[in-house]
């Protein structure tokens, strides 16, 4: 039995270099918002960026549309890109990072918004931030009808699982941008040094294999990937 289990314990090894054979489970928020989730190197991630007008207690998270207000915020809110619902499938929402960083939890109830340290984690298995962008980005291009990412999306494979899309960015004064160039993902975590810089944050992008580790402006809106408590 234990020379079985050895086996099996490989063959997952192994079958976690390829894509298509990642364990996946699902996830459900408390609006009803079922997400694909993935399993890398024991952490169990979101494969869908967050959807959810909800803390996890209830509370509503306003949409705020209105680009003054949303400049001059101090607590959570979200939006769809150029406030288009349109955006929504598959884009998901973008939170500001009051709203990611809120007690009452924008993730469903077990999960939590990533640290600096679990996105490290994450980068580290794939092979560092200079490799891991191509292993976490969704295949294909815009121009050829294959997939949501502009050409030329620079070594995109998707072989962790991760599945991330260019669900662009809302800067802190209101306006919109990089939809199909670049996702954005906050983490919990602000700096220890010059934290009047913002917090840490994740960044893909089109023309890079690359994963970007960054700092984002608390007021920019960015997607939201959970991972498992």
């Known amino acids: 039995m234990k020379k079985l289990n050895l086996l099996l314990v490989s063959a997952f090894a192994l079958c976690m270099l390829f894509t298509g054979c990642e364990k996946t489970s699902t996830v459900t928020d408390i ?12 952490q169990e991630w979101m494969a869908e960026n967050l959807k959810t007008t909800k803390y996890d207690n209830g509370d509503p998270i306003p949409e705020v549309t209105d680009n003054t207000q949303w400049s001059s915020l101090t607590t959570g809110a979200w939006s769809y890109y150029n406030n288009d619902e349109n955006y929504n499938d598959p884009y998901g929402k973008l939170y500001n ?15 939590h918004v990533p640290s600096d340290e679990e996105w490290t984690v994450l980068t580290d298995y794939l092979g560092g931030e200079s490799v891991a962008g191509g292993k976490m980005k969704t295949k294909g291009t815009i121009q ?15 072989s962790s699982g991760f599945a991330g899309i260019p669900g662009g960015y809302r800067f802190g004064s209101g306006g919109y941008s990089f939809v199909g160039e670049k996702g954005c993902w906050w983490s919990t975590t602000i700096p220890a040094v010059m934290p009047e810089r ?12 690359s994963v970007f580790r960054g700092h984002g402006p608390v007021l920019s809106g960015f997607s939201v990937r959970c991972v498992r408590d």
């Open 144 to 158: 050829a009808g294959t997939g949501l990412w502009q050409h030329p999306n620079t070594a995109a494979d998707n």
């Open 31 to 42: 609006d009803g918002n079922v997400y694909k989730t993935v399993f890398i190197e024991g």
């Open 198 to 209: 913002g917090v840490w944050g994740r960044y893909l992008n089109y023309n890079s294999g």
């Open 97 to 111: 990072w009051y709203a990611a960083d809120d007690s009452r939890n924008v993730c469903p109830t077990g999960w």
